[in-house]
């Protein structure tokens, strides 16, 4: 029989509600008094303001493509609604005030968490968001009881066009992220909503509840992480993050090109590149994240982090054979605590094994929690830049979120055991 394990108090971020709104676009802390509406328009029969050029909006995806909305107006607004100064018309259509893109109302309402997803050239963070979106729409957003949905049409048009067409559909590998420096890219932005149950509490039944999570995934490359004229927005998002993702490819690791199967190539890439070795990008992350918190050097960030190594299905099998990665994760809308330890210690034991251990340390002493894990988001080793032949099989991607979900109260844990 399994029983709840109680979160431990202050070892979770920003468990509390946030005194503002996070922009998730631009990342701009918000007053709740100062969020903009747009009034909702001209449609049919209804009457409404027409659209006109958001220049503000225009400026930020740095196109007037889809720019043109019906105006925005400040209001105090009552129960997340107002009604438009010009036609009269009510609304509950709001706006960041900075950079005019939506907010939704569930966003606004409850406190949203972003999570950063972090990680060095060539550690598949392209086809790790393809892949944990793909999970949490299906197999474990049914399993969580939980819904994910896109906040705006770029969000949706860009997952199709990007990441779900080309490698769910039509088994290509994803390429590797182009520099900001190159051209605008926008984060995914979308909101997870989870249904809790209803429990027995202090001699009522309390009714269930929907708890929400604001993912917000920008996909940046190594490299934009070190360059000065695109880290303005990278910097941003890392400053509002609630947590943060660090996806490590092992094959970039000094020693563990012992423990790879023999049919896995060299990496392409970054061995020669000291700014793309996984721990100077945490450092640098670090120092920014020190920067927002004004935390002394030496005090821990309280940020909780989880670091993944990704690709272990390149790992030689005898090596994984009695391993706690090698398990499929229990589906039972809980973290089993027992496993997750487990996994924590193998995947430190590797590192360690690798004389990757430093890692390991630095995190230790950085931040007040984190996590370490092992997943693979294909399934497989990849052939002659496809997917392997039995397709996309993802196994435990979703450890890293399920955990953070557990470190915001947003998921139970429970010890199997019954310790």
């Known amino acids: 029989m399994t029983r709840p394990l109680a979160r431990l108090p202050g070892a979770s971020a920003r468990l509390f509600p946030r ?74 259509n709001r706006a960041c005030p900075e950079c005019h893109n939506p907010l939704p109302s569930a966003y606004c309402d409850s406190p949203g968490r972003i999570v950063a997803l972090v990680g060095a050239k060539n550690a598949g963070k392209s086809t790790y968001i393809a892949v944990l979106l793909h999970e949490l729409m299906n197999r474990v957003g049914t399993e969580l009881d939980a819904s994910l949905v896109a906040c705006d049409d770029r969000t949706i048009e860009r997952y199709k066009r990007d990441f779900a067409r080309p490698l769910l559909e039509e088994r290509r590998l994803l390429p590797t992220t182009a520099s900001a420096a190159t051209g605008p890219r ?12 209803g429990r027995f509490k202090q001699g009522r039944f309390a009714r269930a509840r929907n708890d929400s999570l604001a993912l917000v995934l920008f996909d940046t490359a190594g490299e934009d992480l070190r360059s000065r004229e695109v880290t303005d927005l990278h910097l941003r998002y890392l400053e509002a993050a609630d947590a943060i993702i660090f996806l490590v490819d092992p094959l970039e690791l000094p020693g563990a090109r012992a423990g790879v199967s023999d049919t896995v190539p060299e990496p392409r890439g970054s061995s020669d590149d000291p700014d793309s070795e996984p721990l100077n990008i945490i450092a640098r992350v670090t120092d920014a994240l020190r920067q927002r918190h004004g935390t002394r050097p030496g005090e821990p960030l309280p940020v909780p982090v989880a670091v993944a190594l990704t690709k272990i299905d390149a790992l030689r099998p005898d090596l994984l054979r009695q391993s706690a990665l090698r398990r499929s994760r229990t589906g039972a809308g809980v973290l089993d605590l027992d496993d997750r330890d487990a996994v924590n210690e193998q995947v430190r034991a590797l590192l360690h094994d690798w004389q990757a251990g430093q890692l390991d340390t630095y995190l230790g002493q950085q931040y007040a929690e984190h996590a370490l894990f092992g997943l693979s988001a294909l399934g497989g080793v990849p052939e002659d830049g496809r997917v392997g032949a039995g397709g996309v099989r993802p196994h435990r991607a979703e450890d890293p979120l399920l955990w953070l979900l557990y470190r915001f109260g947003m998921l139970d844990g429970v010890r199997p055991g019954g310790s």
Do not use: M
């Not at 009457?47 to 740095?62: F, H, I, K, M, S």
């Not at 926008?186 to 997870?192: D, K, R, T």
């Open 19 to 92: 005194q503002g709104v996070t922009c998730p676009y631009c990342f701009a802390s918000v007053a709740p008094q100062r969020i903009l509406f747009r009034c909702r328009g001209q449609a049919g029969r209804r009457q409404g303001c027409a659209p006109v050029l958001d220049e503000r909006l225009a400026a930020y995806t740095g196109s007037t493509a889809g720019a043109s909305l019906p105006p925005v107006f400040a209001a105090p607004g009552r129960k997340g609604r107002a009604d438009c100064p010009e036609c009269g018309v009510p609304t509950g």
């Open 186 to 197: 926008e984060p995914l932005v979308y909101l997870l909503t989870r249904t809790r149950p």
